[in-house]
């Protein structure tokens, strides 16, 4: 189980629809453990449905998923392979955390209650050093002073600073993110993109990033996946992609983010 | 005038067994509201199926008609009770009915991005439902819940009819007695609306209470 010569992720031939929609079609890619990734492309070509999937938000209708060296969506059963049942899901789970466009913090709860709730629950952290841990979180992302503060008395930056530190507080192998940023305005855009700059630098985890920061992309990336109607269309390092991308798709979608604002 | 206060007296024995009716039937309301809200939004078919049906039915049928099955009829299929129990039961049933569909509503206002974090958090369906679903469903409850409780207290005066001694009932014994009219029948008009201020400011006072810096729409 998640030795570092294989990869930590393992998407083979995923395909998913909502009603008559297909959104994924037979999507295979790989990602390797520490790896940071990219995900772009235009509105509806399927980005945070892959991160949906990954955090068993939503079903897959065909394909196989591996993290960690483990089917994610099934298990052994009748001598081949069932989908997997809660029980697993739970197990799976416990490697991945995810950080949501519009924080969905615990509005009834303190910051230091949000970030604790979940370690205590779901992994018997005791309190005191699930406290510990959230408060050296909370100290990470700028925020050891809003401890006792309810989350409406945050701004919108603060609000995801948090959702950051809550989602770490289970010590996932795998972060994902998505469109962290768009929901802010633009002045509380950065102090949410120097927490995950730091995460990067100063740890291993994967981290999986759905974005249309492209400057950010550029810095934080290993890699660049550009997606189109549920397909890579081009993938590379940020530099190939966005300086010399080969795909007249890859062109275009740039050219026009560019053209609304988003430097590169 | 030492008369008055003596019949003043009668009317207060029925307000105590009126206040102790509407808590022992709002304390079971409240139970039922839970059980029958929770049971419609339940997985399995047959907790649904029979949830559904008490809501329906105490719902859809008079609680007079409640009542009087409660003590003239479960006698007779060898569940006698007493005329206290019977009205507890009928009105608890019945205002449980309606507040079993606030429990549900509530439930399913809750933004349902709450439940995901649940889900990418690792908590367990009972985790998330009592740590996060339900401390902010309740709080949409509440006002609902405040009003079901006053119209459980003024469901209370129907149990006069199986012959308990009520708040409604005493100025009936009152007027028959004295011919006065007018004083007793003021006397629980006055003191159905100060039971029902209690109830609907001490549920706002709570509301207020668990809502402090709360901003749910927001979070
Ligand atoms: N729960 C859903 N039900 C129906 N359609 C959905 C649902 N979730 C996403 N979609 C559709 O699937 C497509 C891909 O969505 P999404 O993965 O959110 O794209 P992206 O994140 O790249 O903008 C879009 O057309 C979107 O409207
Ligand atoms: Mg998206």
């Known amino acids: ?264 | 005038m030492a008369e008055w206060s003596g019949y003043l007296f009668l009317i207060l024995k029925g307000a105590v067994t009126t206040v102790e009716l509407t808590v022992l039937g709002c304390m079971l309301a409240f139970v039922m509201a839970f059980l029958g809200g929770l049971g419609r939004l339940s997985r399995h078919f047959i907790l649904r199926a029979i949830a559904t049906t008490y809501i329906e039915f105490f719902r859809g049928t008079s609680i007079f008609v409640q009542l009087f099955w409660a003590f003239f009829v479960l006698p007779l299929i060898g569940i006698p009770l007493s005329p206290f129990l019977a009205g507890t039961l009928a009105l608890g049933l019945n205002i449980g009915a309606y507040g079993a569909e606030v429990v549900r509503g509530s439930i399913l206002s809750v933004p349902r991005e709450q439940n995901e974090a649940c889900t990418a958090l690792n908590f367990s369906s009972w985790q998330k439902m009592r740590y996060i679903i339900m401390p902010q469903a309740f709080i949409l409850m509440l006002p609902t819940f405040g009003n079901n409780a006053i119209e459980l207290l003024k469901g209370t005066a129907v149990v006069s009819l199986i012959s308990i001694a009520d708040m409604t009932f005493q100025p009936q014994v009152v007027r028959s007695q004295t011919g006065n009219t007018t004083m007793p029948f003021l006397t629980i008009l006055v003191l159905y609306f100060l039971i029902s201020l209690v109830i609907s400011t001490s549920v706002r006072g709570l509301e207020r209470r668990l809502s402090q810096g709360l901003d749910v729409t927001k979070a």
């Open chain 1, 1 to 264: 189980m998640g030795g570092s010569d294989q990869p930590i992720i393992k998407i083979d031939k995923v395909s998913k629809s909502f009603g008559s929609l297909n959104v994924l079609n037979e999507l295979s890619f790989d990602v390797e453990p520490g790896e940071k990734l990219a995900l772009i492309g235009p509105s509806g070509s399927g980005k945070t449905t892959i991160l949906r999937i990954l955090m068993t938000l939503e079903t897959i209708d065909s394909g196989h998923i591996l993290v960690d060296g483990e089917e994610l969506w099934h298990i052994p059963g009748n001598g081949g392979l069932v989908p997997a049942n809660e029980k697993h899901l739970h197990h799976m789970r416990e490697k991945i955390g995810m950080v949501f466009q519009l924080f969905n913090l615990f509005p009834h709860m303190t910051v230091l209650r949000n970030v604790t709730a979940a370690p205590m629950l779901t992994q018997n952290v005791p309190k005191e050093q699930a406290e510990k841990r959230a408060m050296a979180l909370l100290d990470m992302v700028g925020l050891a002073d809003k401890a006792d503060a309810k989350p409406a008395q945050l701004s919108g930056g603060q609000k995801q600073r948090v959702a950051i530190a809550r989602a770490l507080a289970l010590q996932p192998k795998i972060m994902l993110f998505d469109e962290v940023t768009s929901a802010l305005d633009p002045e509380l855009v950065e102090e949410v993109l120097n927490v995950m700059r730091r995460l990067a630098e100063e740890t291993d985890m994967t981290m999986l990033l759905v974005t249309h920061e492209m400057q950010f992309a550029r810095d934080f990336a290993d890699r660049v996946l550009f997606f189109d109607a549920g397909r890579i269309v081009e993938q590379g390092p940020p530099k190939e992609i966005f300086s010399n991308p080969q795909e007249e798709r890859t062109r275009t979608f740039l050219k026009k983010v560019i053209a609304a604002g988003h430097a590169i």
